[in-house]
């Protein structure tokens, strides 16, 4: 195996661990999915980090929306591949960022069959949780949720980093 090889492979398993932990630890799975993507690849940025902390269980959890994992996984391939203010004007500039949040996105919805937050709760965890309910706070935890999205939050941000390996070799 060549040495490229190995080391992205140790790079997308720290990706998908990082995922899992800082989910289980810190909740919050558009932010726990950049800083696992983040730091499995040696970067950081606060704004963007910022940026995703009301996205989610959704948006704001409400369940409504698509998942805040995907969502920032998504921000990151933006950060990285997208257009940049010199070229606001240029419409064409972003088609490589569009490009690779598609590819993410049908890899997400063939596993997990949508990527609406509370579609992908109900096939997760047998029902949706209004969040802000705090008897339903507690179920949700009660129900194998963080569990679930942990292991959610691991594979997307493990997806991710490898569409970002991937575009970064070619």
Same mark, same amino acid.
């Given at each position: 195996m060549k040495k490229v090889e190995k080391n992205n492979k140790e790079?997308? @398993?720290?990706?998908?661990?990082? &995922? /899992?932990?800082? @989910?289980?630890?810190? %909740? &919050? !799975?558009? /932010? %726990? *999915?950049?800083?696992a993507i983040f730091d499995a690849l040696d970067i950081w940025n606060d704004d963007v980090f910022? *940026? *995703?902390s009301g996205l989610a269980d959704g948006l704001g959890l409400t369940g409504d929306g698509s998942c805040g994992a995907l969502v920032g996984a998504s921000m990151v391939i933006g950060y990285l591949f997208g257009r940049e203010k010199k070229d606001f004007n240029n419409p064409m +500039?972003?088609?490589k960022s569009y490009e690779l949040v598609k590819k993410l996105h049908d890899q997400y919805v063939e596993k997990y069959g949508t990527c609406r937050c509370y579609d992908v /709760? +109900?096939?997760? !965890? &047998?029902? %949706?949780?209004?969040?802000?309910d705090p008897k339903q706070m507690q179920e949700a935890f009660q129900s194998g949720m963080l569990e679930h999205c942990s292991k959610l939050v691991g594979t997307i941000a493990q997806m991710a980093t490898k569409i970002i390996? @991937? @575009? =970064? =070799?070619s």
């Open positions: 790079i997308l @398993e720290k990706a998908f661990k990082l &995922g /899992q932990k800082y @989910e289980k630890r810190n %909740t &919050g !799975c558009a /932010q %726990t *999915a950049i800083a910022k *940026a *995703a +500039k972003p088609m /709760q +109900k096939s997760l !965890c &047998g029902r %949706t949780f209004d969040l802000w390996l @991937e @575009e =970064k =070799k």
